[in-house]
């Protein structure tokens, strides 16, 4: 391609919205134009073609799995969603609408639905199955802050996977290959990753991976232990449970006046004791379907905090929002002084794992200015692990000490089972002839995403450095002066017979400075360049590795040689 054919405005305006390296790039770089700044973007040429070269690195690893690529309609009639019990729970990012007939829509945000509707079509027997089947293609969800350039858009492209199985153990088959070809995946792009465990949210079902893509911007907090291979994201890690070194305070039954002690930390000081003993309440408000909603007192360790996944999984909500003081009295309870104890019927209660059977604890009294001492926690509670890992704490797999860091997800697998298969009937014949729910499993990529991850990870501050299988193009040529005859017939030559030799090469033939075409490769950042400028009178080229703007000057008659042997 030659660059003065090329549509790539290129600038060096940094949009008002973009704070991240990736976004900043890829405008700038001329890859996408934003479509009115509200998560929507134009592709321009060099943005297709690294989106091609992506899609075509996880289409050929899915198709040599086995998967088999469908597409479906990205207009999904409602009443699909209604069939699964997704329409009411999905919330606020399912974008509905009406046609002229007044017939409900839904723009496809994932395609469980859709996909289990073309398999209860067409696949009646165990002998059809397993089978995986994906798609490559448009998502639309209303998020409620797009952000980030194509991080979070509102529109975005997914590869979207879902596998159809006649038992539980032929989808976890299945499922351990779609990690590792996901593991291919992102090698072969050039990511530095990490399998970690999954939170799996209102899509249901159990046993979940993302794939991190390491990064300092990303938006998941992951915790990683440094002495094994342990990875989960904060949603869903856990850990060995605590000890606490400090003694127990031996105080009876009582209720004391504490006037001014709310926090943990007043408390802890008033009682002169280690958090660890005090119970902190925090209420929520669960939101769910047909704008029901109930309080819900979480009660843990005052030295733990509340991981608001866990906890919202752990009432099956939708959401979970703040609650006002107001309405906190209105129902009964006391801000600041709650206990999980003698709540108002309508409240409900969630304790922690980790304070089942718990003595000597101390918590509000339900009276204001008072806490009761010498608590134990035991009965029937609604016990689940609610409590949010934090980094120091002991691995649970080897004990070794677990760390945050930040992790951009890019892919995430799931084992479904019958979550969908058995709302929307879609069943097989077994053997014996007996109608049974295909077990699923459901596998996505990011795959406009990931254009923003690999930037994350390989950029400096001159602009984006692609990685070999996600380049927009395999080398740069650049003629310096485009007056120089000798230099224009050797960019020619080199560029046709580089061609020829499948290597797919940008031609910067444009008459501009030689400065700002410099700017310009750095900014588009192709791996790698060869610079034909006034050595050229000394029969020599300059060869650049765009990582660390290496140079190497290489004779100008070698040169087409030398660049097959270092790409090819
Ligand atoms: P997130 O937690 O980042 O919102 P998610 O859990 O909603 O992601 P999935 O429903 O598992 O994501 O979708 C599959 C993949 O699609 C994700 O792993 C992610 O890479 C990508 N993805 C999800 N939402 C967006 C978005 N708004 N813009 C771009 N890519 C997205
Ligand atoms: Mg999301």
Not at 323 to 338: N, R, Y
Request: charged residues 30%; glycine residues 8%.
């Amino acid at each position: 391609m030659r660059f003065s054919r090329l549509l790539v405005p290129t600038t060096k305006e940094t949009p008002n919205d973009a704070t991240l390296a990736s976004h900043i790039f890829l405008i700038r770089g001329g890859f996408i134009q934003s479509v009115g700044g509200s998560g929507l973007y134009n592709f321009l040429p060099l943005g297709k073609k690294v989106l091609d070269r992506v899609r075509g690195v996880v289409k050929e690893e899915l198709d040599n799995a086995g998967c088999q690529e469908v597409s479906l309609s990205f207009v999904t009639p409602a009443s699909l969603w209604e069939e699964s019990g997704r329409y009411e729970k999905y919330g606020k990012e399912l974008l509905r609408f009406k046609d002229r007939k007044d017939n409900e829509f839904v723009l496809g945000p994932t395609h469980e639905e859709m996909m289990v509707n073309l398999v209860r079509q067409s696949v009646k027997s165990y002998k059809q199955l397993p089978l995986n089947l994906y798609q490559i293609n448009l998502k639309f969800r209303d998020e409620i802050r797009p952000r980030f350039g194509l991080m979070r858009g509102r529109e975005f492209l997914m590869k979207d996977g879902y596998s159809f199985h006649t038992d539980e153990a032929d989808m976890k088959r299945e499922f351990n290959l779609m990690e590792e070809t996901y593991k291919k995946i992102f090698t072969r792009l050039g990511l530095e990753f990490r399998v970690v465990e999954a939170d799996s949210g209102a899509i249901g079902g159990s046993g979940s991976k993302e794939f991190m893509v390491l990064a300092d911007s990303g938006e998941d907090t992951i915790v990683v232990c440094d002495g094994c291979d342990y990875g989960a994201n904060i949603e869903a890690a856990v850990r060995q449970e605590k000890q606490c070194d400090a003694p127990a305070p031996q105080l009876g039954s009582e209720k004391v006046h504490t006037p001014d002690a709310s926090t943990m930390e007043e408390l802890a000081s008033f009682f002169n004791v280690d958090p660890f003993y005090l119970v902190k309440t925090v209420a929520m408000r669960a939101l769910y379907d047909e704008g029901k909603s109930q309080i819900v007192l979480f009660a843990l360790r005052g030295s733990d905090e509340l991981q608001e996944v866990k906890a919202c999984n752990a009432v099956d909500a939708n959401e979970l929002v703040e609650v006002s003081e107001e309405e906190l009295e209105a129902a009964g309870l006391v801000p600041g002084f709650m206990a999980p104890f003698d709540t108002p019927k309508e409240v409900r209660v969630v304790v922690d794992t980790t304070l089942k059977g718990a003595t000597h604890l101390i918590c509000g009294a339900n009276e204001k200015g008072y806490h009761t001492t010498g608590n134990t926690i035991e009965g029937d509670f609604a016990y689940h692990d609610i409590v949010a890992v934090q980094e120091g704490d002991a691995c649970a797999k080897c004990g070794g000490t677990l760390r945050y860091t930040k992790g951009i997800e890019a892919g995430h697998i799931f084992q479904l089972g019958t979550r969908y298969s058995e709302p929307l009937g879609c069943t097989f014949l077994d053997e014996n002839g007996k109608a049974k729910p295909m077990v699923m499993g459901t596998y996505g990529i990011g795959v406009s995403r990931l254009l923003a991850a690999i930037i994350e990870q390989h950029h400096d501050e001159k602009g984006c450095i692609w990685t070999k299988e996600s380049a927009p193009f395999d080398l740069y040529i650049m003629v310096s002066n485009i007056k120089d005859e000798a230099q224009l017939a050797l960019g020619e030559e080199v560029y046709e017979a580089l061609q020829s030799a499948g290597i797919d090469v940008l031609f910067d033939d444009r008459k501009d400075r030689f400065g700002a075409k410099m700017k310009d490769y750095e900014l588009i950042g192709i791996p790698h360049a060869v610079i034909i400028g006034k050595k050229l009178s000394d029969g020599l080229v300059e060869f650049v590795t765009r990582e660390g703007m290496v140079k190497e000057e290489v004779p100008s008659e070698e040169i087409v040689s030398f660049i097959r042997e270092r790409l090819c």
